[in-house]
Protein backbone atom coordinates (compact mmCIF):
# COMPACT_ATOMS: atom_id res chain seq x y z
CA UNK A 1 0.00 0.00 0.00
CA UNK A 2 1.32 3.24 -0.69
CA UNK A 3 2.77 4.66 2.41
CA UNK A 4 0.95 8.75 2.27
CA UNK A 5 2.66 10.69 4.63
CA UNK A 6 -0.03 12.62 5.71
CA UNK A 7 -1.51 9.69 7.28
CA UNK A 8 1.83 8.09 9.11
CA UNK A 9 2.36 11.67 10.52
CA UNK A 10 -1.50 11.78 11.65
CA UNK A 11 -1.05 8.08 13.06
CA UNK A 12 2.04 8.63 14.84
CA UNK A 13 1.43 12.21 16.28
CA UNK A 14 -1.93 11.59 17.34
CA UNK A 15 -1.16 8.26 18.37
CA UNK A 16 1.67 10.11 21.29
CA UNK A 17 -0.74 12.20 22.02
CA UNK A 18 -3.53 10.05 23.51
CA UNK A 19 -0.86 7.73 24.55
CA UNK A 20 0.14 10.69 26.86
CA UNK A 21 -3.28 11.21 28.14
CA UNK A 22 -4.21 7.26 28.48
CA UNK A 23 -0.77 7.12 30.52
CA UNK A 24 -1.57 10.37 32.55
CA UNK A 25 -4.87 8.68 33.49
CA UNK A 26 -3.26 5.53 34.56
CA UNK A 27 -0.90 7.23 36.77
CA UNK A 28 -3.78 9.46 37.97
CA UNK A 29 -5.28 5.89 39.14
CA UNK A 30 -2.62 4.79 41.23
CA UNK A 31 -0.79 7.91 42.48
CA UNK A 32 -1.22 11.90 42.77
CA UNK A 33 -0.65 13.57 39.40
CA UNK A 34 -0.29 17.30 40.98
CA UNK A 35 2.93 18.40 39.21
CA UNK A 36 4.65 21.63 38.79
CA UNK A 37 3.12 24.10 36.70
CA UNK A 38 5.73 23.70 34.04
CA UNK A 39 5.61 19.98 33.81
CA UNK A 40 1.89 20.34 33.65
CA UNK A 41 1.83 22.79 31.23
CA UNK A 42 4.17 21.37 28.88
CA UNK A 43 1.78 18.40 28.95
CA UNK A 44 -0.82 19.77 27.71
CA UNK A 45 0.54 21.88 25.37
CA UNK A 46 2.81 18.93 23.81
CA UNK A 47 -0.66 16.45 23.66
CA UNK A 48 -2.77 19.24 22.46
CA UNK A 49 -0.95 20.08 19.58
CA UNK A 50 0.32 16.35 18.35
CA UNK A 51 -3.12 15.49 18.60
CA UNK A 52 -4.41 18.06 16.55
CA UNK A 53 -1.24 18.39 14.09
CA UNK A 54 -2.16 14.96 13.46
CA UNK A 55 -5.89 15.32 13.07
CA UNK A 56 -5.16 18.76 10.98
CA UNK A 57 -2.73 16.18 8.67
CA UNK A 58 -5.29 13.51 7.88
CA UNK A 59 -7.41 15.65 6.23
CA UNK A 60 -4.60 16.78 4.17
CA UNK A 61 -4.80 13.27 1.97
CA UNK A 62 -8.62 14.08 1.35
CA UNK A 63 -9.49 15.36 -2.34
CA UNK A 64 -11.90 17.50 -0.71
CA UNK A 65 -11.35 18.47 3.12
CA UNK A 66 -13.80 21.16 3.20
CA UNK A 67 -16.34 18.46 2.94
CA UNK A 68 -14.23 16.46 6.26
CA UNK A 69 -17.61 16.96 8.21
CA UNK A 70 -19.60 15.02 5.96
CA UNK A 71 -17.57 11.96 7.65
CA UNK A 72 -19.50 12.11 10.95
CA UNK A 73 -22.59 10.55 9.43
CA UNK A 74 -21.62 7.17 8.74
CA UNK A 75 -20.60 5.80 12.36
CA UNK A 76 -23.27 2.58 11.46
CA UNK A 77 -21.10 0.98 9.25
CA UNK A 78 -17.79 3.36 8.79
CA UNK A 79 -14.46 2.60 11.03
CA UNK A 80 -13.26 5.57 9.58
CA UNK A 81 -16.69 7.75 10.75
CA UNK A 82 -16.22 6.20 13.95
CA UNK A 83 -12.58 6.94 14.06
CA UNK A 84 -13.56 11.00 13.16
CA UNK A 85 -16.47 11.07 15.36
CA UNK A 86 -14.77 9.53 18.50
CA UNK A 87 -11.81 12.04 17.79
CA UNK A 88 -13.69 15.08 18.03
CA UNK A 89 -15.71 13.60 20.94
CA UNK A 90 -12.33 13.54 22.41
CA UNK A 91 -11.66 16.90 22.97
CA UNK A 92 -14.73 17.74 25.36
CA UNK A 93 -13.38 16.04 28.50
CA UNK A 94 -10.05 16.96 27.11
CA UNK A 95 -9.99 20.44 27.17
CA UNK A 96 -12.72 20.52 30.32
CA UNK A 97 -9.67 17.96 31.62
CA UNK A 98 -6.91 20.55 30.40
CA UNK A 99 -8.52 24.01 32.56
CA UNK A 100 -9.88 22.00 35.53
CA UNK A 101 -6.15 20.37 36.14
CA UNK A 102 -4.67 23.33 35.51
CA UNK A 103 -6.62 25.30 38.43
CA UNK A 104 -6.03 22.21 40.39
CA UNK A 105 -9.90 21.14 40.81
CA UNK A 106 -9.71 17.73 41.69
CA UNK A 107 -12.75 17.27 39.74
CA UNK A 108 -10.32 16.93 36.78
CA UNK A 109 -9.89 13.63 37.41
CA UNK A 110 -13.28 12.17 36.08
CA UNK A 111 -12.39 14.27 32.77
CA UNK A 112 -9.05 12.83 32.86
CA UNK A 113 -10.27 9.30 32.71
CA UNK A 114 -13.14 10.35 30.02
CA UNK A 115 -10.91 11.73 27.52
CA UNK A 116 -8.73 8.51 28.10
CA UNK A 117 -11.34 6.26 27.29
CA UNK A 118 -11.90 8.27 23.92
CA UNK A 119 -8.68 8.11 23.08
CA UNK A 120 -8.75 4.48 23.31
CA UNK A 121 -12.11 4.38 20.99
CA UNK A 122 -10.59 6.77 18.72
CA UNK A 123 -7.08 4.42 18.63
CA UNK A 124 -8.91 1.62 18.74
CA UNK A 125 -11.18 2.64 15.50
CA UNK A 126 -8.29 3.38 13.32
CA UNK A 127 -6.67 0.11 14.23
CA UNK A 128 -9.92 -1.69 13.68
CA UNK A 129 -10.08 0.25 10.33
CA UNK A 130 -7.29 -1.27 8.62
CA UNK A 131 -7.73 -4.74 10.62
CA UNK A 132 -11.36 -4.90 8.85
CA UNK A 133 -10.13 -4.79 5.06
CA UNK A 134 -9.86 -8.22 4.10
CA UNK A 135 -8.01 -6.88 0.98
CA UNK A 136 -4.92 -6.37 2.74
CA UNK A 137 -3.72 -9.94 4.57
CA UNK A 138 -0.74 -8.06 6.76
CA UNK A 139 -3.64 -6.04 8.52
CA UNK A 140 -6.55 -8.44 8.65
CA UNK A 141 -5.10 -9.61 11.85
CA UNK A 142 -5.63 -9.95 15.46
CA UNK A 143 -2.34 -8.04 15.97
CA UNK A 144 -2.76 -4.68 14.18
CA UNK A 145 -5.58 -2.74 16.60
CA UNK A 146 -3.40 -3.60 19.51
CA UNK A 147 -0.15 -2.69 17.83
CA UNK A 148 -1.96 0.71 17.30
CA UNK A 149 -2.78 1.13 20.96
CA UNK A 150 -0.10 -0.01 22.55
CA UNK A 151 2.53 1.93 20.31
CA UNK A 152 0.48 5.23 21.07
CA UNK A 153 0.87 4.47 24.96
CA UNK A 154 4.44 3.51 25.16
CA UNK A 155 5.54 6.61 23.13
CA UNK A 156 3.06 8.07 25.19
CA UNK A 157 4.61 7.71 28.31
CA UNK A 158 8.12 7.67 26.86
CA UNK A 159 7.04 11.46 26.22
CA UNK A 160 6.27 12.21 29.78
CA UNK A 161 8.76 10.22 31.21
CA UNK A 162 11.32 12.27 29.37
CA UNK A 163 9.58 15.26 30.57
CA UNK A 164 9.44 14.44 34.04
CA UNK A 165 13.56 14.26 33.40
CA UNK A 166 13.44 17.67 31.58
CA UNK A 167 11.60 19.20 34.85
CA UNK A 168 13.69 17.19 37.51
CA UNK A 169 10.20 15.49 38.82
CA UNK A 170 9.66 11.85 40.03
CA UNK A 171 6.57 10.17 39.10
CA UNK A 172 5.48 7.32 41.13
CA UNK A 173 4.94 3.87 39.24
CA UNK A 174 6.05 5.64 35.56
CA UNK A 175 9.26 4.32 35.35
CA UNK A 176 8.41 0.79 35.32
CA UNK A 177 4.72 1.76 33.39
CA UNK A 178 6.96 3.02 30.62
CA UNK A 179 9.78 0.30 30.65
CA UNK A 180 6.71 -2.35 30.53
CA UNK A 181 4.60 -0.67 27.43
CA UNK A 182 8.09 -0.12 25.77
CA UNK A 183 8.52 -3.69 26.01
CA UNK A 184 4.93 -4.87 24.82
CA UNK A 185 5.64 -2.39 21.68
CA UNK A 186 8.73 -4.73 21.05
CA UNK A 187 7.31 -7.69 21.17
CA UNK A 188 3.92 -7.14 19.67
CA UNK A 189 6.03 -6.32 16.42
CA UNK A 190 8.38 -8.78 16.10
CA UNK A 191 5.19 -11.60 16.70
CA UNK A 192 3.52 -9.15 14.28
CA UNK A 193 5.90 -9.69 11.89
CA UNK A 194 6.32 -13.20 11.91
CA UNK A 195 2.62 -13.56 11.42
CA UNK A 196 2.41 -11.83 8.25
CA UNK A 197 4.94 -14.17 6.65
CA UNK A 198 1.74 -16.52 6.08
CA UNK A 199 0.37 -15.89 2.75
CA UNK A 200 -3.47 -15.36 2.61
CA UNK A 201 -5.93 -17.49 0.60
CA UNK A 202 -6.52 -15.42 -2.11
CA UNK A 203 -4.14 -16.14 -5.08
CA UNK A 204 -3.80 -15.89 -8.57
CA UNK A 205 -5.88 -18.46 -9.05
CA UNK A 206 -8.92 -17.37 -7.48
CA UNK A 207 -8.65 -14.16 -8.58
CA UNK A 208 -8.69 -15.59 -12.15
CA UNK A 209 -10.78 -18.35 -11.19
CA UNK A 210 -9.67 -20.80 -13.89
CA UNK A 211 -6.83 -22.32 -11.16
CA UNK A 212 -8.21 -25.66 -10.62
CA UNK A 213 -7.08 -28.09 -12.34
CA UNK A 214 -4.80 -25.11 -14.62
CA UNK A 215 -1.52 -23.30 -13.76
CA UNK A 216 -2.71 -19.49 -14.47
CA UNK A 217 0.42 -16.86 -14.77
CA UNK A 218 0.39 -12.97 -15.61
CA UNK A 219 0.99 -12.48 -19.09
CA UNK A 220 0.50 -8.37 -19.75
CA UNK A 221 -1.32 -5.97 -17.84
CA UNK A 222 -4.02 -3.88 -19.10
CA UNK A 223 -1.49 -0.87 -20.33
CA UNK A 224 1.77 0.02 -20.24
CA UNK A 225 2.07 2.40 -17.44
CA UNK A 226 1.17 2.72 -13.89
CA UNK A 227 -2.64 3.76 -13.14
CA UNK A 228 -4.47 4.62 -10.12
CA UNK A 229 -4.52 1.17 -8.35
CA UNK A 230 -0.76 0.60 -9.26
CA UNK A 231 0.30 3.51 -7.44
CA UNK A 232 -2.10 3.35 -4.70
CA UNK A 233 -2.47 -0.23 -4.39
CA UNK A 234 0.54 -1.80 -5.39
CA UNK A 235 3.89 -0.69 -3.65
CA UNK A 236 7.35 -2.69 -3.04
CA UNK A 237 9.92 -2.56 -0.63
CA UNK A 238 13.55 -4.64 -1.23
CA UNK A 239 13.62 -7.02 1.41
CA UNK A 240 17.10 -6.02 2.53
CA UNK A 241 16.07 -2.60 3.07
CA UNK A 242 12.57 -3.59 5.16
CA UNK A 243 14.96 -4.90 7.22
CA UNK A 244 17.23 -2.64 8.18
CA UNK A 245 14.33 -0.49 8.61
CA UNK A 246 12.80 -2.78 11.35
CA UNK A 247 16.06 -2.57 12.97
CA UNK A 248 16.25 1.03 13.51
CA UNK A 249 12.57 0.60 14.37
CA UNK A 250 14.06 -1.42 17.00
CA UNK A 251 17.02 0.22 17.98
CA UNK A 252 14.93 3.75 18.18
CA UNK A 253 12.09 3.41 19.21
CA UNK A 254 12.32 0.34 22.11
CA UNK A 255 16.18 -0.57 22.66
CA UNK A 256 17.54 3.15 22.83
CA UNK A 257 14.43 4.41 25.29
CA UNK A 258 14.48 1.01 27.50
CA UNK A 259 18.64 1.41 27.61
CA UNK A 260 18.30 5.08 28.34
CA UNK A 261 15.30 4.60 31.44
CA UNK A 262 17.19 1.95 33.13
CA UNK A 263 20.86 2.88 32.36
CA UNK A 264 20.36 6.38 33.47
CA UNK A 265 21.92 7.04 37.04
CA UNK A 266 25.30 5.33 35.43
CA UNK A 267 25.31 7.05 32.05
CA UNK A 268 24.63 11.13 32.66
CA UNK A 269 26.20 12.93 35.65
CA UNK A 270 25.47 16.10 33.84
CA UNK A 271 22.08 17.82 34.62
CA UNK A 272 22.15 19.62 31.00
CA UNK A 273 23.61 16.55 29.14
CA UNK A 274 20.99 14.77 30.88
CA UNK A 275 17.80 16.83 29.72
CA UNK A 276 19.17 16.98 26.33
CA UNK A 277 19.69 13.32 25.86
CA UNK A 278 16.10 12.48 26.80
CA UNK A 279 15.16 14.79 24.69
CA UNK A 280 17.17 13.26 21.48
CA UNK A 281 16.00 9.75 22.93
CA UNK A 282 12.23 11.08 22.69
CA UNK A 283 12.86 12.28 19.08
CA UNK A 284 14.55 9.55 17.91
CA UNK A 285 12.20 7.29 19.11
CA UNK A 286 9.31 9.35 17.25
CA UNK A 287 11.37 8.61 14.19
CA UNK A 288 11.56 5.36 15.27
CA UNK A 289 7.30 5.44 15.42
CA UNK A 290 7.19 7.05 11.80
CA UNK A 291 9.24 4.30 10.08
CA UNK A 292 7.20 1.26 11.47
CA UNK A 293 4.27 2.95 10.45
CA UNK A 294 6.14 3.65 6.78
CA UNK A 295 6.74 -0.46 7.06
CA UNK A 296 3.12 -0.97 8.19
CA UNK A 297 1.79 0.77 4.53
CA UNK A 298 4.99 -0.35 2.23
CA UNK A 299 5.23 -3.78 3.44
CA UNK A 300 1.19 -4.87 3.24
CA UNK A 301 0.15 -6.18 -0.11
CA UNK A 302 -3.14 -5.63 -1.59
CA UNK A 303 -5.05 -8.45 -3.20
CA UNK A 304 -5.07 -6.38 -6.63
CA UNK A 305 -1.71 -6.73 -6.83
CA UNK A 306 -2.86 -10.60 -7.89
CA UNK A 307 -4.48 -9.10 -11.25
CA UNK A 308 -0.86 -7.16 -11.75
CA UNK A 309 1.34 -10.04 -11.87
CA UNK A 310 1.74 -11.06 -8.38
CA UNK A 311 1.03 -14.72 -7.65
CA UNK A 312 0.29 -14.72 -4.08
CA UNK A 313 0.13 -12.03 -1.41
CA UNK B 1 -26.24 5.93 3.55
CA UNK B 2 -23.47 3.69 3.76
CA UNK B 3 -25.50 0.50 5.16
CA UNK B 4 -26.23 -1.95 2.79
CA UNK B 5 -29.80 -2.32 1.35
CA UNK B 6 -32.09 -5.07 3.15
CA UNK B 7 -33.37 -6.58 0.07
CA UNK B 8 -32.66 -6.15 -3.57
CA UNK B 9 -35.48 -5.82 -6.40
CA UNK B 10 -32.67 -6.82 -8.73
CA UNK B 11 -29.59 -7.70 -10.02
CA UNK B 12 -28.34 -5.66 -12.73
CA UNK B 13 -24.82 -7.08 -14.05
CA UNK B 14 -22.65 -8.26 -16.26
CA UNK B 15 -21.55 -11.72 -17.46
CA UNK B 16 -18.05 -11.81 -19.47
CA UNK B 17 -17.07 -14.68 -21.68
CA UNK B 18 -13.26 -15.47 -21.74
CA UNK B 19 -14.24 -18.14 -24.35
CA UNK B 20 -15.37 -15.25 -26.92
CA UNK B 21 -13.28 -12.00 -25.72
CA UNK B 22 -10.54 -11.75 -28.27
CA UNK B 23 -8.75 -8.76 -25.94
CA UNK B 24 -9.07 -5.99 -28.29
CA UNK B 25 -10.30 -3.12 -25.74
CA UNK B 26 -12.81 -1.84 -27.15
CA UNK B 27 -15.12 -1.93 -24.55
CA UNK B 28 -12.66 -0.09 -22.41
CA UNK B 29 -12.34 2.51 -25.31
CA UNK B 30 -16.43 2.84 -25.37
CA UNK B 31 -16.51 2.72 -21.69
CA UNK B 32 -13.97 5.36 -21.51
CA UNK B 33 -15.64 7.40 -24.64
CA UNK B 34 -19.33 7.11 -23.11
CA UNK B 35 -18.43 7.91 -19.09
CA UNK B 36 -16.88 11.06 -19.88
CA UNK B 37 -19.61 12.81 -20.87
CA UNK B 38 -22.00 10.76 -18.46
CA UNK B 39 -22.91 10.16 -14.80
CA UNK B 40 -18.99 10.70 -13.72
CA UNK B 41 -18.08 12.89 -16.40
CA UNK B 42 -15.11 13.93 -17.33
CA UNK B 43 -13.02 11.02 -16.56
CA UNK B 44 -9.42 13.05 -16.17
CA UNK B 45 -6.49 11.82 -17.87
CA UNK B 46 -3.22 13.50 -16.62
CA UNK B 47 -0.70 14.08 -18.85
CA UNK B 48 -2.33 12.31 -21.98
CA UNK B 49 0.72 12.96 -24.33
CA UNK B 50 3.23 13.22 -21.97
CA UNK B 51 6.07 10.51 -21.24
CA UNK B 52 4.13 8.72 -18.41
CA UNK B 53 0.22 9.03 -19.10
CA UNK B 54 -2.67 8.00 -16.21
CA UNK B 55 -6.19 8.78 -16.21
CA UNK B 56 -9.72 7.60 -14.82
CA UNK B 57 -10.78 4.02 -16.62
CA UNK B 58 -13.94 2.16 -15.48
CA UNK B 59 -12.46 -0.90 -17.34
CA UNK B 60 -9.76 -2.66 -18.04
CA UNK B 61 -8.52 -5.91 -19.64
CA UNK B 62 -5.62 -7.99 -18.39
CA UNK B 63 -4.49 -10.88 -20.03
CA UNK B 64 -3.16 -14.07 -18.55
CA UNK B 65 -1.95 -17.60 -19.61
CA UNK B 66 -4.00 -20.55 -18.54
CA UNK B 67 -2.08 -23.97 -18.98
CA UNK B 68 -3.52 -27.61 -18.21
CA UNK B 69 -2.40 -31.14 -18.62
CA UNK B 70 -5.49 -31.61 -21.39
CA UNK B 71 -5.76 -28.60 -23.11
CA UNK B 72 -2.42 -27.39 -23.35
CA UNK B 73 -1.74 -23.69 -23.04
CA UNK B 74 -4.44 -20.70 -23.68
CA UNK B 75 -4.11 -16.97 -23.76
CA UNK B 76 -7.06 -15.89 -21.69
CA UNK B 77 -8.37 -11.71 -21.97
CA UNK B 78 -9.88 -10.52 -19.11
CA UNK B 79 -11.70 -7.48 -18.67
CA UNK B 80 -12.43 -6.46 -15.63
CA UNK B 81 -14.91 -3.64 -13.90
CA UNK B 82 -16.97 -2.94 -10.75
CA UNK B 83 -18.78 -6.52 -10.25
CA UNK B 84 -21.80 -4.75 -8.51
CA UNK B 85 -21.58 -6.91 -5.10
CA UNK B 86 -23.91 -7.73 -3.39
CA UNK B 87 -22.10 -7.62 0.05
CA UNK B 88 -20.09 -4.20 -1.57
CA UNK B 89 -17.35 -3.47 1.40
CA UNK B 90 -16.66 -0.16 -0.91
CA UNK B 91 -19.84 1.17 0.18
CA UNK B 92 -19.98 -0.11 3.83
CA UNK B 93 -16.80 1.30 4.46
CA UNK B 94 -17.34 5.13 2.89
CA UNK B 95 -17.63 7.26 6.36
CA UNK B 96 -19.69 9.81 4.15
CA UNK B 97 -22.57 7.81 2.70
CA UNK B 98 -21.42 8.88 -1.00
CA UNK B 99 -21.15 5.57 -2.22
CA UNK B 100 -24.09 3.44 -2.09
CA UNK B 101 -25.73 0.38 -3.12
CA UNK B 102 -29.38 0.87 -5.22
CA UNK B 103 -32.23 -0.49 -3.87
CA UNK B 104 -33.74 -0.79 -7.05
CA UNK B 105 -31.48 -2.31 -9.16
CA UNK B 106 -28.02 -3.25 -7.15
CA UNK B 107 -26.08 -0.79 -8.76
CA UNK B 108 -23.06 0.92 -6.94
CA UNK B 109 -22.67 4.39 -7.34
CA UNK B 110 -20.53 7.33 -5.97
CA UNK B 111 -22.51 10.70 -4.91
CA UNK B 112 -19.66 13.00 -6.92
CA UNK B 113 -21.36 15.95 -4.61
CA UNK B 114 -20.67 14.30 -0.79
CA UNK B 115 -17.68 12.07 -1.65
CA UNK B 116 -14.44 13.41 0.48
CA UNK B 117 -12.14 11.13 -1.74
CA UNK B 118 -10.47 9.78 1.34
CA UNK B 119 -9.64 6.51 -0.55
CA UNK B 120 -10.84 3.65 1.90
CA UNK B 121 -13.23 2.78 -0.54
CA UNK B 122 -10.19 2.01 -3.41
CA UNK B 123 -8.57 -0.13 -0.66
CA UNK B 124 -11.76 -2.02 0.49
CA UNK B 125 -12.49 -3.18 -2.92
CA UNK B 126 -10.39 -6.79 -3.84
CA UNK B 127 -11.16 -5.90 -7.44
CA UNK B 128 -9.51 -2.78 -8.01
CA UNK B 129 -12.84 -1.46 -9.10
CA UNK B 130 -12.75 1.75 -7.69
CA UNK B 131 -10.94 4.85 -9.61
CA UNK B 132 -9.67 8.14 -7.92
CA UNK B 133 -9.90 10.98 -10.19
CA UNK B 134 -7.02 13.12 -8.85
CA UNK B 135 -8.04 16.26 -11.29
CA UNK B 136 -11.60 16.38 -9.28
CA UNK B 137 -10.85 14.78 -5.82
CA UNK B 138 -12.99 12.35 -5.68
CA UNK B 139 -13.72 8.80 -6.16
CA UNK B 140 -15.41 7.36 -9.84
CA UNK B 141 -16.41 3.95 -10.68
CA UNK B 142 -18.49 2.02 -13.13
CA UNK B 143 -21.94 2.91 -13.61
CA UNK B 144 -22.97 0.21 -15.23
CA UNK B 145 -23.88 3.10 -17.56
CA UNK B 146 -26.73 3.84 -15.39
CA UNK B 147 -27.39 7.04 -17.80
CA UNK B 148 -27.61 4.95 -20.64
CA UNK B 149 -29.42 1.70 -19.55
CA UNK B 150 -32.25 3.69 -18.55
CA UNK B 151 -31.94 6.76 -20.96
CA UNK B 152 -35.63 6.95 -22.85
CA UNK B 153 -33.95 9.54 -25.36
CA UNK B 154 -32.39 6.49 -27.43
CA UNK B 155 -33.93 3.68 -28.66
CA UNK B 156 -34.50 0.56 -26.63
CA UNK B 157 -31.97 -1.00 -28.50
CA UNK B 158 -29.08 1.12 -27.28
CA UNK B 159 -30.40 0.54 -23.85
CA UNK B 160 -27.73 -1.38 -22.63
CA UNK B 161 -24.12 -0.57 -21.30
CA UNK B 162 -21.33 0.69 -23.75
CA UNK B 163 -18.83 -1.37 -23.30
CA UNK B 164 -21.53 -4.56 -23.53
CA UNK B 165 -23.13 -2.97 -26.83
CA UNK B 166 -19.61 -2.27 -28.70
CA UNK B 167 -18.31 -5.55 -28.09
CA UNK B 168 -17.83 -6.99 -31.48
CA UNK B 169 -17.30 -9.98 -30.48
CA UNK B 170 -20.27 -10.70 -27.95
CA UNK B 171 -18.05 -11.45 -24.79
CA UNK B 172 -20.03 -9.62 -22.54
CA UNK B 173 -24.08 -10.00 -21.84
CA UNK B 174 -26.61 -7.71 -19.52
CA UNK B 175 -28.75 -8.37 -17.70
CA UNK B 176 -30.81 -9.24 -13.95
CA UNK B 177 -28.60 -11.57 -12.35
CA UNK B 178 -31.38 -12.14 -9.89
CA UNK B 179 -33.73 -13.04 -12.09
CA UNK B 180 -33.66 -17.24 -12.68
CA UNK B 181 -35.75 -16.89 -15.53
CA UNK B 182 -33.44 -14.67 -17.33
CA UNK B 183 -31.57 -14.91 -20.51
CA UNK B 184 -28.58 -14.22 -18.63
CA UNK B 185 -28.98 -16.03 -15.28
CA UNK B 186 -29.38 -19.27 -17.39
CA UNK B 187 -26.73 -18.80 -19.58
CA UNK B 188 -24.21 -18.45 -16.28
CA UNK B 189 -25.91 -21.70 -15.08
CA UNK B 190 -25.03 -23.24 -18.32
CA UNK B 191 -21.76 -22.61 -18.68
CA UNK B 192 -20.89 -23.10 -15.25
CA UNK B 193 -20.18 -19.14 -14.48
CA UNK B 194 -18.27 -18.38 -11.52
CA UNK B 195 -17.28 -15.80 -8.91
CA UNK B 196 -14.04 -13.84 -8.87
CA UNK B 197 -12.31 -14.75 -5.50
CA UNK B 198 -15.20 -16.13 -3.43
CA UNK B 199 -13.13 -15.82 -0.06
CA UNK B 200 -13.15 -12.33 -0.43
CA UNK B 201 -17.23 -13.05 1.00
CA UNK B 202 -18.48 -9.65 -1.78
CA UNK B 203 -20.90 -12.12 -3.51
CA UNK B 204 -19.90 -10.05 -6.53
CA UNK B 205 -23.42 -9.87 -8.93
CA UNK B 206 -20.85 -9.76 -12.39
CA UNK B 207 -19.69 -13.28 -13.35
CA UNK B 208 -17.35 -14.87 -15.65
CA UNK B 209 -17.81 -18.03 -17.74
CA UNK B 210 -15.13 -19.95 -18.01
CA UNK B 211 -13.24 -20.91 -21.74
CA UNK B 212 -14.67 -23.90 -23.32
CA UNK B 213 -12.62 -27.19 -23.47
CA UNK B 214 -10.50 -27.41 -26.59
CA UNK B 215 -11.79 -30.77 -28.30
CA UNK B 216 -8.81 -32.54 -29.68
CA UNK B 217 -11.07 -34.84 -31.75
CA UNK B 218 -10.76 -32.42 -34.44
CA UNK B 219 -7.44 -32.06 -34.91
CA UNK B 220 -7.21 -35.87 -35.16
CA UNK B 221 -9.92 -36.48 -36.99
CA UNK B 222 -8.16 -33.40 -39.94
CA UNK B 223 -5.02 -35.42 -39.14
CA UNK B 224 -6.81 -38.56 -40.27
CA UNK B 225 -7.88 -37.19 -43.20
CA UNK B 226 -4.43 -35.85 -44.44
CA UNK B 227 -2.71 -39.61 -43.20
CA UNK B 228 -5.27 -41.60 -44.46
CA UNK B 229 -4.51 -43.29 -41.58
CA UNK B 230 -7.20 -44.24 -38.38
CA UNK B 231 -4.72 -44.81 -35.90
CA UNK B 232 -2.63 -41.69 -36.74
CA UNK B 233 -3.46 -39.66 -34.05
CA UNK B 234 -2.89 -36.00 -33.05
CA UNK B 235 -0.76 -37.57 -29.62
CA UNK B 236 1.32 -40.13 -32.46
CA UNK B 237 1.87 -36.69 -34.31
CA UNK B 238 2.95 -35.11 -31.57
CA UNK B 239 5.46 -37.76 -30.44
CA UNK B 240 7.27 -37.61 -33.69
CA UNK B 241 7.47 -33.73 -33.22
CA UNK B 242 8.96 -34.13 -30.15
CA UNK B 243 11.12 -36.76 -31.21
CA UNK B 244 12.58 -34.80 -34.31
CA UNK B 245 13.33 -31.55 -32.00
CA UNK B 246 15.21 -33.70 -29.10
S1 LIG C 1 -16.30 -4.68 -7.45
FE1 LIG C 1 -15.36 -3.37 -5.91
S2 LIG C 1 -16.22 -1.35 -6.30
FE2 LIG C 1 -17.54 -2.82 -7.33
S3 LIG C 1 -19.15 -3.29 -5.82
FE3 LIG C 1 -17.56 -4.87 -5.60
S4 LIG C 1 -16.25 -4.06 -3.98
FE4 LIG C 1 -17.47 -2.34 -4.72
S1 LIG D 1 -13.43 8.10 -1.41
FE1 LIG D 1 -15.52 8.94 -1.39
S2 LIG D 1 -16.84 7.21 -1.86
FE2 LIG D 1 -14.84 6.37 -1.29
S3 LIG D 1 -15.01 5.94 0.91
FE3 LIG D 1 -14.15 8.01 0.73
S4 LIG D 1 -15.92 9.39 0.78
FE4 LIG D 1 -16.72 7.32 0.36
S1 LIG E 1 -21.07 -0.96 -17.63
FE1 LIG E 1 -20.61 1.09 -18.46
S2 LIG E 1 -19.33 2.03 -16.89
FE2 LIG E 1 -19.32 -0.19 -16.46
S3 LIG E 1 -17.52 -1.02 -17.56
FE3 LIG E 1 -19.27 -1.18 -18.96
S4 LIG E 1 -19.19 0.71 -20.15
FE4 LIG E 1 -17.92 1.05 -18.36
Known sequence: MHPSKSIIFFTVMSGTGYGIIICLSFLALIAEINFSYGLKLSLILISFLFITLGLLSSTLHLGHPERAWRSFSQWRSSWLSREGLAAVLTYIPLMLFYLLWFLEMDIFKYFLYSASILSVITIYCTGQMYASLKTVPAWNNVYVTPIYLING???????????????????????????????????????????????????????????????????????????????????????????????????????????????????????????????????????????????????????????YGENKV | MTSLPEKQNKKLGLVIDLDICVGCHACAVNCKEWNTSGHSSPLHDIDPYGDDPTGVWFNRIHTFEVESEINGSKTVHFPKSCLHCSDAPCVTVCPTGASYKREEDGIVLVNPETCIGCKLCSWSCPYGAREYDEEAGIMKKCTLCVDKIYNENIPESDRVPACVSTCPAGARSFGDLGDENSDIFKLVEERNGYDLMPEQDCLPTNKYLPPREKNNQFKNDALNSITNDNDFSFDTWKEIVEDASK
Not at chain 1, 157 to 167: D, E, P, V
Not at chain 1, 178 to 183: D, I, N, P, V
Not at chain 1, 214 to 235: A, Q, Y
Request: hydrophobic residues 50%; aromatic residues 14%.
Open chain 1, 153 to 307: LSIGSLSIYCLTRFYEYEIQHLYQFTLLSLALCLMLKIIYWFHIRTKSTSSINTAIGLGKDNKVSFFEGPHTGKNFLTTEMINKIKKEKANFLRLCFIILSCVLPIYMIVQEATLIIDAFILKLSFFITLVFALIGMLIERYLFFIQAKHVVSLY
